[in-house]
């Protein structure tokens, strides 16, 4: 079965980090793209970036709202891929969901920034 | 960055209806345009990519189509398990941007 299982999330101060995993198994991870999506309570998904396969370079792309303070990554090895949050602002709280060619999806971790 | 914007925000439908939501681009996105549905407390699910290629498993009533700037999906015989909430998404360009959402509820 192809399975997408997404940890870390936490309650976290302003200003606070974070480093939320995926965890991937089903399927050759390293011949994957992984993207990050996440969702504000009552609002709708936001891309927030993904990572090429390694093979592909494993480079990264973001939008503006979280360029400099997200960063993805990936372990092969582990079949686990990583978000990185760093200076997180309360507008930043959300749900957290990875997916691979956006048929995979996780089932979320919840991110709350508040003080 | 490609705008999204979809109309209705809310449609009000009955069991065995068809209905349509619109979706509109600030910009031309041939037809890199994809359909999800969410239900509360779940995960987006693809329904349609390429504008109108059904993606597998999705039951034939659900439909799409357009290019450029307008899209639509078009929902046949609606069934129970259709009353949810509706987003399109642009991936022509980075950032990739979805619309605000189409909540479908039983009239």
């Known amino acids: 079965e192809v399975l997408l299982v997404e940890s870390g999330g936490a309650l976290v101060k302003p200003g606070g980090s974070l480093r939320l995993s995926c965890a991937a198994s089903g399927f050759t991870f390293k011949n994957a793209s992984m993207t990050w999506v996440r969702q504000a309570p009552g609002k709708g998904p936001e891309w927030i970036g993904h990572i090429k396969r390694t093979i592909d370079g494993g480079t990264t792309d973001y939008p503006a709202a979280v360029r400099g303070r997200f960063t993805i990554s990936r372990d092969d090895s582990k079949n686990t891929l990583y978000l990185q949050m760093n200076s997180l602002k309360t507008e930043d709280t959300a749900v957290y969901y990875c997916?691979?060619?956006?048929?995979?999806w996780g089932q979320g971790t919840l991110v709350i920034v508040s003080s | 960055d490609i705008q999204m914007t979809q109309v209705p925000s809310t449609l009000s439908a009955s069991v065995g209806d068809t209905v349509t939501i619109t979706c509109r681009a600030s910009?031309?996105?041939?037809?890199?345009l994809a359909w999800f549905q969410q239900k509360p407390g779940q995960a987006p699910k693809i329904l349609i990519y390429?504008?109108?290629t059904l993606q597998s498993g999705v039951p034939s009533r659900f439909s799409g189509s357009g290019s450029e700037t307008e899209f639509t999906l078009t929902i046949s015989n609606l069934q129970p398990d259709d009353f949810a909430t509706y987003y399109c998404q642009q991936y022509t360009s980075y950032p990739i941007t979805f619309g605000q959402g189409t909540k479908l509820e039983i009239k």
């Open positions: 910009q031309t996105t041939y037809r890199w």
């Open positions: 997916t691979t060619r956006w048929v995979v």
């Open positions: 390429k504008a109108s």
